[in-house]
């Protein structure tokens, strides 16, 4: 009898053991680092063709929904060789960010375009962000610091045509307008 309740006790805390080595690794997701929990939500999400499947994951929700908390963060990130994807992944993070850091991180992301620090794919992705399903830079058009930003991408000299016309879509408020007679937005 001593010997089956022994080997249930030594059982019960191997398991006990595995469970707590799991829990200290995400123990503390304060202590985990931006890139720490890129790669985390990258492991979880291996395919963003659903890029609303990053809703799912625990630790993108932890950014998303504090995003004041990390938007330097994001910036940093960027600017690093890092995966086109996770590069993605940080940029949806900061979504919920409020008008005016929202604008001031777009103009970071244009800043880095500009010192070749990301190409003209990912600055697309980040100004008209796919993610972002409450469409704040279509909805903002008149808002005169977005304006300022926009206009100086268009004075670009190195962002293509085809990027310049979503530019000016988005100022002459055409992309707004769409966006309301397809009943994307109110």
Request: charged share 25%; proline share 1%; with cysteine.
């Amino acid at each position: 009898m001593k010997t089956i309740i022994l080997t249930l006790l030594i059982f019960a805390m191997s398991i006990f053991a595995v469970n707590a080595s799991k829990l200290l690794k995400y123990r503390n997701l304060d202590s985990l680092n931006f890139e720490e929990r890129i790669k985390i939500i990258h492991s979880k999400v291996v395919d963003l063709t659903n890029i609303f499947a990053l809703h799912h994951v625990k630790e993108f929700n932890e950014v998303y929904f504090t995003p004041l908390r990390f938007e330097s963060s994001v910036i940093q990130y960027l600017q690093k060789s890092v995966d086109f994807q996770n590069k993605i992944i940080a940029i949806c993070t900061m979504t919920k960010l409020p008008l005016n850091e929202n604008i001031k991180i777009l103009d970071s992301y244009f800043s880095l375009y500009n010192h070749n620090k990301i190409d003209e794919q990912l600055l697309n992705r980040c100004i008209f962000n796919e993610f972002d399903t409450d469409y704040t830079v279509a909805k903002q058009y008149k808002n005169e610091s977005l304006r300022r930003l926009l206009n100086k991408m268009l004075e670009c000299k190195t962002l293509s045509k085809g990027f310049k016309v979503t530019v000016k879509e988005t100022l002459n408020g055409k992309w707004y307008n769409d966006l309301k007679k397809a009943r994307r937005i109110k």
